[in-house]
């Protein structure tokens, strides 16, 4: 198994549209429809890398708004739509950052230094004078 961001995003862009395929099939509701998508952008952010996980939100975002809150994928930036979309996001770059393996697990996943502080620390403390 590929732990590939690149693959993993497209396979997160086939199991939202089959999510929304399936709620049009048992005829969801759209509550019930939003919360299937919010579902899937979770676990598809699973240790994602945080740019693939804002495109697996936005996607979810899109595909809600454009199929499900409007018809033929239109796509509008109402205050509600905004709202949903910050969510989703937020969901997923959450998720993403929350599941990320603390050492580098994964191949292709950073390590829990992504920001290099741990390495910023160190250099402090050998400055500082043993005492």
Avoid: I, K
């Avoid at 693959?7 to 199991?15: E, Q, T």
């Avoid at 996980?53 to 454009?66: E, I, K, M, N, R």
Wanted: charged share 15%.
């Amino acid at each position: 198994m590929s732990f590939d961001p690149g693959l993993r995003s497209a396979a997160a862009s086939a199991a939202l549209v089959a999510a929304l395929l399936l709620a049009a099939a048992v005829r969801l509701g759209p509550f019930a429809t939003e919360l299937l998508v919010a579902t899937g952008v979770a676990a598809s952010s699973v240790a994602l890398t945080t740019p693939f996980s804002v495109g697996v939100g936005a996607l979810g975002w899109a595909l809600y708004t454009g199929f499900v809150e409007h018809r033929y994928g239109e796509l509008t930036f109402t205050a509600a739509d905004l709202l949903r979309l910050t969510v989703l996001v937020t969901l997923a770059v959450t998720v993403a950052w929350g599941s990320r393996p603390t050492m580098t697990g994964f191949p292709g996943e950073p390590s829990s230094d992504v920001l290099g502080l741990n390495r910023a620390l160190d250099a402090v403390r050998e400055r500082q004078p043993r005492r």
